[in-house]
Nanobody, 122 residues
């Protein structure tokens, strides 16, 4: 079945920037939400930002205007992260609620990427 895959993680110093990207090994025919979650060590996974099929964006309160979510239609979506803080250190997961296709086979529901690590040093 089609899978999601993130890229763009890495290690930066506080105040730096990273841009995460998410794409699929197949294609997306419809979605209600696509977005980004994160999970820090010892903590639960939490929403960072998402965008719906009407292009309405939703951000967690801790983003504080530092991050921006965007998408390229139903092909890829991105998380631009600026002014990163050590507290942003986590595994970041892209997420899709929708239908993905691979080899004429649909997969409907919630989809997650394997995650990409973001590490922010003081």
């Amino acid at each position: 079945q089609a899978q999601l895959l993130e890229s763009g993680g890495g290690a930066v110093k506080a105040g730096g920037s990273l841009r995460l990207s998410c794409g699929t090994s197949g294609s997306i025919s419809e979605f209600s939400k696509m977005g980004w979650y994160r999970q820090a060590a010892g903590k639960e996974r939490e929403l960072v930002a998402d965008i719906d099929n009407l292009s309405r964006r939703n951000y967690a309160s801790f983003v504080k205007g530092r991050f921006f979510i965007s998408n390229d239609g139903m092909k890829r979506w991105f998380l631009q992260m600026n002014n990163l803080e050590p507290g942003d250190t986590a595994e970041y997961y892209c997420y899709l609620r929708g239908t993905m296709w691979l080899n004429s086979q649909p997969t409907v529901g919630d989809h997650w990427g394997p995650g990409t690590q973001v590490t922010v040093s003081p």
